[in-house]
């Protein structure tokens, strides 16, 4: 982003002081701690990076009394071929919206028995529920009157969803410390998808796999994030068992001391080789990583995390690729 100087005068006590140059980056941080007192600003960056960006009131369920009742959204999702949006809603619901005429098209009331917190696509019709049911449910837009598969195994709220391409397997992450894969396409004769434990590892709150299907990142309380490279869920549970866990580890996360750990794995495999990342912020120890993205080429990894020491919020992008493979190879 460019560099200039705000067009307001000295007089304004929400503008930066007109001597001095600033950044974009400068403008959004004073935004993000002075809120709306920056809504006055008249300058280049306001007219720049605001220009075509207004809110537009396109559903409001209060319109649609019978629509009401589904809570907080958690998440949303498009399918694949963008014309379908589908919103996890707080009270068990689920809502289907039309992206190209902008209206709410479906919505199921009773998908879940408990709040449903995540979305995900498996193609351009199929979509995957999980809940703090503690059920995951595979759904077909076509027809919403009921569960195409029901998948039940864990035992406390399942927060994370993920389709692992190279093996057609669903992943899933819950409260209760496990990652499960599920086979979608093997169902039992109650009509409920198989499922196996893929790993056990304490305090875990988030799970991401990479869109190539090559790492899975972890997250745990208190601030500790994992990622496995080289990832092959048929072996998974094989190659990383409890014991093989460092006894350090705890150790490692927990101290004070901030050093990157970038490619030291434990164990040392080609083959589902774990790494810990912790080269966060100095002054800002994580405590609790509630969110996590993927670089659509893997290339790094977002979290968004709560501090130890203090009330902020941080977000953080760490580099996630193999460099200790292409040092080697060298």
């Given at each position: 982003m460019g560099e200039s100087k705000p067009e307001t005068s000295a007089a304004d006590n929400?503008?930066?002081?007109?001597?001095?140059?600033?950044?974009?980056?400068?403008?959004?941080?004073?935004r993000e701690i002075h809120g709306h007192t920056m809504t006055t600003r008249n300058d280049n960056v306001l007219s720049k990076y605001y220009k075509y960006l207004s809110l537009r009131k396109i559903w409001?369920?209060?319109?649609?009394?019978?629509?009401?009742?589904?809570?907080?959204?958690?998440?949303?999702?498009?399918?694949?071929?963008?014309?379908?949006?589908?919103?996890?809603?707080?009270r068990h619901s689920l809502l289907v919206f039309d992206p190209l005429c902008q209206k709410q098209v479906a919505a199921v009331r009773d998908a879940h028995s408990d709040c449903v917190n995540c979305i995900r696509f498996l193609d351009s019709r199929s979509f995957v529920t999980c809940s703090d049911d503690t059920t995951v449910a595979l759904w077909d837009c076509r027809n919403l009157k009921s569960k195409v598969i029901s998948m039940e195994g864990h035992t406390?709220?399942?927060?994370?969803?993920?389709?692992?391409?190279?093996?057609?397997?669903?992943?899933?992450s819950a409260f209760d410390d496990t990652v499960r894969a599920w086979d979608i396409n093997r169902y039992s004769?109650?009509?409920?998808?198989?499922?196996?434990?893929?790993?056990?590892?304490?305090?875990?709150?988030?799970?991401?796999?990479?869109?190539?299907?090559?790492?899975?990142?972890?997250?745990?309380?208190?601030?500790?994030?994992?990622?496995?490279?080289?990832?092959?869920?048929?072996?998974?549970q094989y190659d990383i068992k409890g014991?093989?866990?460092?006894?350090?580890?705890?150790?490692?996360?927990?101290?004070?001391?901030?050093?990157?750990?970038?490619?030291?794995?434990?164990p040392s495999k080609a083959r589902n080789a774990l790494e810990v990342i912790q080269d966060f912020p100095e002054d800002?120890?994580?405590?609790?990583?509630?969110?996590?993205?993927?670089?659509?080429?893997?290339?790094?990894?977002?979290?968004?995390?709560?501090?130890?020491?203090?009330?902020?919020?941080?977000?953080?992008?760490?580099d996630i690729q193999d460099f200790a493979e292409d040092r080697v190879g060298k």
């Open positions: 929400n503008s930066y002081p007109s001597t001095k140059t600033w950044t974009s980056f400068s403008y959004l941080r004073h409001d369920p209060d319109d649609k009394p019978n629509s009401a009742g589904h809570g907080a959204i958690f998440n949303l999702e498009f399918s694949s071929l963008g014309d379908f949006l589908v919103a996890a809603c707080e406390d709220w399942v927060k994370s969803i993920e389709y692992h391409k190279p093996s057609g397997l669903l992943v899933t004769n109650d009509g409920t998808a198989l499922g196996q434990i893929l790993l056990k590892f304490p305090y875990l709150i988030r799970m991401k796999i990479s869109p190539d299907g090559d790492k899975i990142i972890l997250s745990a309380n208190p601030g500790r994030l994992l990622v496995i490279h080289n990832l092959s869920l048929n072996n998974l014991d093989e866990m460092p006894s350090s580890l705890h150790e490692v996360c927990d101290s004070s001391s901030l050093v990157s750990l970038a490619s030291h794995r434990w800002c120890t994580p405590w609790c990583i509630s969110s996590l993205e993927v670089h659509p080429h893997s290339w790094c990894s977002v979290a968004r995390y709560t501090c130890r020491n203090s009330r902020n919020e941080w977000t953080v992008v760490h």
